[in-house]
């Protein structure tokens, strides 16, 4: 079965494929098929002009992408880790999402940005950062967050069909699971949305890329202790899929939200605000976050405490259940 | 730190001129070839194309006095670089330009009223890039400098003969992105021409300050091939851009040209110039005017000067009257369109948004303001 | 009476004259006194050591700053105008708001980040931007954004006395507001934190920079209809002053929050989880966002449909009084 | 785009070479006046730095390979490069590294296991700046380089005689913080060494790939005073460095030194540099190898080599013995520590958090993990 980086890989050299307008950028993509391994034999496949090396400078990365996609081309980048994404930010937040806007809808800009994010590999700084509430603030983006090898493969597809810029965020810590890969023209039918990947009745737990397997392990413990968790995957993060959420929490009563980012400001604070405004009547709790510290990605050896892991998930949906007296950890008190 | 404002003419690379302030032709042996074939037909179309956009220019200027715009960046005194530069180009060479390149728009069928109505806020952008081959105008400093590189691969990759341009400013030439271009253009040999107009400030900021050394020697350092022209010369700035896009088209490399020019009027109508500039300095640009200097050849070589100007006056008074008809009639953009073209697929936050917003406003309906 | 203007220019003054250590460094703002004047004069009083003007560009200009203060200044850095700071992102958010922490606090990093922001002055695309909620989601910086102008002297000393980075908001279509100025060392008895500027019973409304106006307006309104509005200006977005917030909250149970920014992962999603989380069982109503829309920043003749008014303000405040059955405008729906 | 992998070494300026690979002394009018005073003790010290750093070098890639380390960035085949420039710095200048620069850090007194502390991943940072005048180690490519000019700057303000030193590599040349930094430091002069180790690659890409000139042709450019030096000659680099540094000074304004040197280990320990270079090129360099070099050199001037290696290697075996101990030992951290230095001053919501987390974690005292 192949891991996600093969699904990742593969869905580049179907896109690839299929439409000859798609070209890679990204720094040590080609010769050495990315630090990852996400673009391995696609240069000698394809030719260095449609996976292409780069010289080292986000920003030129991003903005030459853009000019691609005036002229025509879909281009997908990869930053090499969520860290250096910064240095393209004005590219990303000023001109990728704003083109369209600007041009009065003349100009598309299909411009897939693949950012390997979050911690859990044991790696130094600017190698484990969360970014996606920046993007998900940024009017005009996409973004995009699969948790599974299909998804992978699947909303990379997406994502490079859409003729919207997505930032996609590939959960690198989940880079090694493996399963088998939806075929054909599979992808095409699904809508990008988020998934209901477990039923539930007492607490609606939401995440999205790495930390989903954790609600999945969450949901199996929280089961002994007679509690039914429904757990939420949001796959994308912009447009959110306000209805799958609002069902499941008038359904449960009870939310808690799950991102290794830190809380302040984070995209659990929307989700938390967003199912208050929408379905107050039916909350028997105050959604809670449980999240990443409101400090900087710590050394490797720190980071068991900084990312929500099991333990402190299963506490939270202890306090929104009224089991606990303790208020849930990670979010802002 | 006052030694930095030392002054960056005096060294470096050669600029080409071809007319004197005079309006004597001056031999040029690299550009003479570039300029064999002009007709007088070219030259009154040079005169006239220059005088209608320091109209338009001088119109737009009292447009914003008057309130009719929000506020414009005045291009008097860039008439020959601009002019220049973009009839040197192909049609289909693909244009990236800064806030600035009212007469590049221009020369490429831009109406002024479209221009303008950016201007005026009504509008994000005033022309359809494809229908111009001209991208939606810049503000954000030298970011699109990277924009004309990626455009140009793309023109390589599809084996055509186009050139991308990337317009820019002396001021520009310190950011990140711009060099990040330079470093992007020479690496992959791309089709593009950096066209710096080095109009000796940024605002209030004279070129000193952001180099030590000529706008051009920085560029040759990055391994491109470089033309620095009197940009008040629109004859030498039309063959410098016509031997770059001969030099890029055959697939030589990617080219930079600093034209020296100078910025006659405000920054933009907002800033106030007296603040940071003599009145000496500024005559010693009027002696440059790239008009005048135009007309001084033009009377030299005997061509029908007062026919040519008459032509260019009237093109010109036409202009004037369509602009400020069209601007002052020009009407506001209703709610909607807040919410036009955030995202080119459905987006259902945007939905939401626009139908609750215009629900909302209904509710008004009927009350008094 | 002085403008927030000459407020900010005698803070800076009085800032430059207290410490020799204190330095400005931004585009414009020697010769010229900066686009809107707030450096008028400095640099002919204390020398173009202390007040610099800059090459054209801002990440050159943060990533200057830093090192000046490695050796122990405390630069000012002036943004011409909001949309030109995410040039600067990488400086700002992996350097200046990083370096105390990764310097195992052995180096300060003092620096202020002035940036006038907002819109409402019929400014054209990147000159009305409100990137606040950024900042306040990375760790390790302050965010000031004061709304009068006493606060605009008082809090830009602070800030610049403060030994963590500021970044400094300042409301630029209030910059011609006039008040007298507080006087002496009275800005060092006061802390940093959330102030309530009116008192009310029915409904907490909360601001910051431009639209404290905004609400003060909105309460005088909303006397008229027997609606008594809680007024809190925010003053510091990081660290947020919850026990001011929630104080109120507990007090009214029904709250507005407005900002000009987005309100997707904007700071108002922020606000409205803290509170919820906070004050759960003391809420009438699901806490309110009005804000900008989710667009990019319109041209100049629609930004008084993008910017939250006293309208969109009051229509918040009756739906949380549930004297209006449709929902609140400009949040996530 | 092949083209673009052009011998980069064959034009532009010239690279100083001192020592040939033989280890003969080749004359240099400009730099043998920085090496007249050379003392058979200073030549030994350069064997001796060259041959510890190497062996910390080894000793940490086993400590990787053992798990003891998270990652590690080997700096073989440069230790040259950074030996002699920091040997040539007086120690109240201050360097800002990049996260390749071990020998730099161990040369001003950072002990090999704070240096391996921060790859082992207990803490973010392995020294105190104002201890060592070395500013903390940093990974995003080019940042640092403002950094060292702001420094520079402060320096200059304060009319002391310090120089500012700015490391990086030769990809780091592509991203916008270098560029901006050369043009700030040209803008104001600024007392300021900018030390690129050209080491031929930016993990798989070659140097071909940032740039069609030699770097150092780019700096020259901005207005910067260069020199390039033969980077696996401690000699040549250490006069250089001196050389630059008077320079800077005198008041002269910033330097560029472009230090060719080769890049003979992996680029981390997490990379496998077989997928992207061959045999044959590093042959080519372990020629050219910085500690033979020195050792011919040595033994055709008739030093006492052998009581030079001697020394060296006890200092080698002392610190690695030293650094197996202490990094083996070494504690975890508690999570107290994630709270600290987040802020120079108290803030309330990590004082919340900390409370917060350490009580929560309290509840599971005396539970089974
Ligand atoms: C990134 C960025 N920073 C600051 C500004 C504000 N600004 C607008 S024009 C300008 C000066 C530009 O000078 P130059 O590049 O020489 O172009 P010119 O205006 O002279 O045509 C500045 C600083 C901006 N638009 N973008
Ligand atoms: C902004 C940024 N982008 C990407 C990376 C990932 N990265 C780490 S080292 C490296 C190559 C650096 O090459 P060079 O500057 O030549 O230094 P060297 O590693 O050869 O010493 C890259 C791309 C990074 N650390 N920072
Ligand atoms: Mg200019
Ligand atoms: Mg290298």
């Known amino acids: 079965m192949p891991t996600m980086i093969q699904a990742l890989n593969t869905s580049l050299r179907d896109a690839l494929t299929d439409d000859e307008k798609v070209v890679l950028l990204g720094e040590d993509i080609g010769t050495l098929g990315g630090v990852f391994r996400v673009t391995d034999g696609l240069k000698s496949q394809f030719g260095e002009h449609r996976v292409i090396d780069t010289p080292l400078a986000e920003s030129g990365i991003v903005g030459t992408a853009i000019g691609l996609a005036y002229r025509g081309y879909r281009p997908v980048v990869e930053i090499q880790f969520d860290g250096f994404t910064y240095p393209a930010f004005d590219q990303l937040v000023s001109q990728l999402a704003k083109l369209h806007y600007r041009s009065r809808g003349r100009v598309k800009m299909p411009v897939t940005v693949r950012i390997p994010f979050g911690g859990g590999i044991g790696s130094p700084e600017h190698h484990s950062e969360s970014p996606e509430a920046y993007f998900v603030h940024t009017a005009g983006l996409r973004v995009f967050a699969p948790s599974t090898v299909e998804d992978a493969y699947t909303m990379l597809r997406q994502a490079i069909d859409c003729d919207d810029p997505v930032i996609f965020f590939e959960p690198k810590r989940r880079y090694h699971e493996k399963a088998e890969l939806p075929y054909g023209d599979q992808w095409r039918d699904e809508a990008p949305c988020a998934r209901v990947v477990r039923r539930g009745d ?75 405004e929408r379905c107050f009547d039916y909350l028997d709790h105050a959604p809670l976050r449980v999240t990443g510290f409101d400090v900087p990605y710590p050394p490797s050896k720190l980071e068991h405490h900084h990312l929500p892991d099991l333990d402190r998930v299963l506490h939270a949906v202890d306090t929104v259940m009224r089991r606990d007296e303790v208020t849930a950890l990670g979010a802002a008190r | 730190m006052s030694t930095q404002r030392m002054d960056v003419d005096a060294e470096g690379l050669p600029t080409h001129q071809v007319l004197s302030t005079d309006g004597e032709r001056i031999p040029d042996t690299e550009l003479d070839h570039y300029l ?7 030259l009154s179309d040079f005169l006239r194309d220059m005088v209608v956009v320091r109209r338009m220019d001088a119109e737009a200027n009292a447009l914003q006095r008057q309130g009719q715009l929000g506020l414009w960046a005045p291009l008097l005194g860039q008439e020959a670089a601009q002019i220049g530069s973009i009839r040197a180009a192909r049609n289909d060479d693909f244009i990236f330009p800064s806030y600035r390149e009212h007469a590049v728009a221009w020369a490429r069928g831009v109406k002024a009223q479209d221009l303008l109505s950016v201007w005026r806020g009504v509008t994000p952008s005033g022309w359809d890039p494809y229908q111009v081959n001209i991208a939606c105008q810049q503000i954000v400093i030298g970011a699109q400098a990277l924009h004309a590189v990626g455009y140009a691969l793309g023109i390589k990759f599809d084996g055509s003969h186009q050139v991308a341009f990337g317009y820019f400013g002396d001021g520009a030439t310190s950011q990140g992105d711009v060099n990040e271009a330079m470093v992007f253009a020479a690496s992959y040999q791309a089709p593009v021409v950096f066209f710096c107009q080095n109009n000796q400030w940024a605002i209030s ?79 010693k640009w009027r002696a440059k005017d790239p008009i005048d200097r135009l007309r001084k050849y033009l009377e030299k070589m005997g061509a029908d000067l007062p026919a040519m100007e008459r032509r260019a006056e009237e093109a010109a008074d036409q202009l004037a009257a369509d602009l400020r008809a069209a601007i002052t009639s020009m009407p506001d953009p209703g709610p909607e369109a807040l919410f036009e073209n955030v995202y080119a697929e459905p987006h259902p936050l945007i939905e939401a948004q626009r139908t609750g917003y215009l629900e909302y406003l209904a509710t008004f309906e009927g009350q008094d303001a």
Do not use: C
Not at chain 2, 36 to 42: G, Q, V
């Open chain 1, 202 to 276: 007492d607490v609606t737990a939401i995440g999205y890329g790495p930390t989903v397997y954790t609600l999945n392990d969450a949901a199996v413990a929280a089961e002994d202790e007679q509690i039914s968790m429904e757990v939420i995957d949001l796959r994308t993060l912009d447009p959110l899929d306000w209805s799958t959420i609002t069902q499941s929490v008038k359904h449960t009563g009870r939310v808690v939200i799950v991102h290794e980012a830190s809380a302040q400001g984070g995209l659990g604070a929307e989700i938390a605000a967003g199912i208050t």
């Open chain 2, 36 to 42: 064999a074939n002009l007709t007088p037909a070219m």
């Open chain 2, 205 to 283: 900021e004279p070129v000193g300050l952001q180099s030590r050394t000529q706008i051009a020697d920085r560029a040759h350092g990055f391994g491109l091939k470089v033309w620095r022209v009197d940009g008040n010369d629109v004859l030498a700035v039309y063959a410098a851009t016509k031997a770059a896009t001969e030099y890029v088209r055959h697939g030589l490399g990617p080219v930079f040209i600093e034209a020296v020019t100078y910025r006659m009027g405000a920054h933009t109508t907002a800033d106030d110039p007296t603040r940071y500039r003599t009145e000496e300095q500024l005559d």
